[in-house]
């Protein structure tokens, strides 16, 4: 005949204390990280890359469109360089 634990107490292993480990710290921890340069450098470069990768592909017939109109002494007047100074402009304080 054998006799089974009663509940859940245990024979072998001596019962919990209470109070004994369940204490609260007195100074809470503050988790950090650090970054070193290199990551940082890498991360930069992948972030190009990945502009890079997502621009547009060139549309040559434009380009060539757009050098034959620049070539074009009629084309070039204060109208037409004062709209493109105005977009480049536009463009860079984005």
Known sequence: MTIDRIGFIDPIQPGKKPGGTNQVRATPQIDSISISSE???KA???RASEIVASAPEL???RIEELKAKINDPSY???EVISATA????DF???
Do not use: P
């Open 92 to 94: 860079l304080l984005r």
């Open 39 to 41: 990551a940082v450098e």
């Open 44 to 46: 930069e470069l992948y």
């Open 59 to 61: 549309r040559l017939d």
């Open 76 to 78: 070039l007047n204060s």
């Open 86 to 89: 105005d977009r480049l402009i």
